[in-house]
């Protein structure tokens, strides 16, 4: 009877944790929140050759050559780069002679960040906290948001963000960031698996990792959703939301909050847009 009990219980957690949560509902924890997580995280940012939590150095490199060589970016601008990570993008433009200001949720990653800028004696301040807090007024040529970050926002979010975003950037100041389109996802698809590690990056120690998807089609949402079991029982949920936009739905939220479309490409790379890609690259500016 004691079994069958336990096996009831696992069946109606599975069954909730399975179930397509409300939108933007938080999962029972957050990636920064978890020491090996961060650490985890930061590898994943640093990994050369990987598109995971940044885009490769190759991108990064070509990013930053094209923004510069488009005067998108200018030497001597001050810049203010949201969910900067561990610097990749500022500590470059940085040697381009711009003033950097960076702030990012994650300790790890604006420690790391902090480090290679006194390492390189480079013009850059790194804050550790969350861009929501933010009460610049007018100090910024350019904000930047780079790979999808605006995409993981609800509407009441994104223009609370956009707002802020707005306030800090100087007359006629620039905001380039990119967004992620429904095309993306329907390639990628819904995660829908199951998988046990001796550790790896959720866990140092012995874990199993349950991933779904779920479609919120009518709002152009998706969800992928995590759920970790490690060898102690315990188990938590994380859930990452993306809300895709196309070319029309991105220039009307960016209208609707003071911003004129400048620019569009289709990534950050300057590769020409075309409605059926994977990213769409903005640049607004302040109106």
Known sequence: MKNCNCAKVLLDNLSRFTSRPALFELGEALFWDDPH?????LAAHLAADSDGASRSRETIEKTVNHLISTATLQQDDTVLDLGCGPGLYSNRLCRYGMA???IDISERSIEYARKVAREQGLNSTYLCGN?????YDC????VLQIYGEMSTFSDQARNRLLQI???ALKDDGLFI??????????REGLKNRWYFAEEGFWRPHRHAVLELGFDYPE??????QYIVIDETGNSKTYRLWFHDYSLV??????????????QVWGDLTGTTYESGNDWIAIVARKV
């Open 37 to 41: 997580i961060s650490k985890s995280m």
């Open 100 to 102: 950097i200001t960076g």
């Open 131 to 135: 861009f929501f807090d933010l009460d």
């Open 139 to 142: 100090q910024f040529d350019r």
């Open 165 to 167: 975003i707005h306030k």
């Open 177 to 186: 960031f990119d967004v992620s389109t429904r095309n993306l996802r329907m």
């Open 219 to 224: 709002d152009d949402i998706w969800l992928d």
């Open 249 to 262: 739905t991105i220039t009307e939220a960016l209208n609707e909050n003071g911003f004129a479309l400048e």
